[in-house]
């Protein structure tokens, strides 16, 4: 059966008209039709959560793009760190203590 043809006899049960004399008349079983009609009222239900895009998630994106290019230059600058204390034994700087191979 064609999504137009589900749609039409979902709406019919929406409009009141009875499950067993609807799935009668298509040939299609109860079961078929009340599964239709689940179907159809969470599609319906999920279009309503949506919304539009607005200013807002242009700004969320490009924050999003900034961190990740923070975090990314975070752990470079990191094992850079980690490299340059390996060579010389933790002298040139304090050593934080959660670094490994370094005496605080």
Excluded: N, Q, Y
Aim: glycine share 6%.
């Amino acid at each position: 059966m064609t999504a137009w043809r589900k749609r039409d006899a979902v709406l019919r049960l929406l409009r009141g008209e009875p499950l067993e004399i609807v799935a009668r008349e298509l040939a299609v079983t109860a079961a078929d039709l009340s599964g239709w009609r689940d179907a159809f009222l969470d599609a319906g239900s999920a279009s309503l959560k949506s919304r539009a895009r607005d200013d807002r998630d242009e700004t969320i994106d490009r924050l999003r793009t900034k961190v990740g290019e923070l975090t990314m230059d975070t752990e470079l600058l990191h094992a850079k760190i980690e490299r340059l204390e390996a060579g010389r034994g933790c002298v040139a700087r304090a050593c934080a203590p959660r670094r490994s191979g370094c005496a605080a």
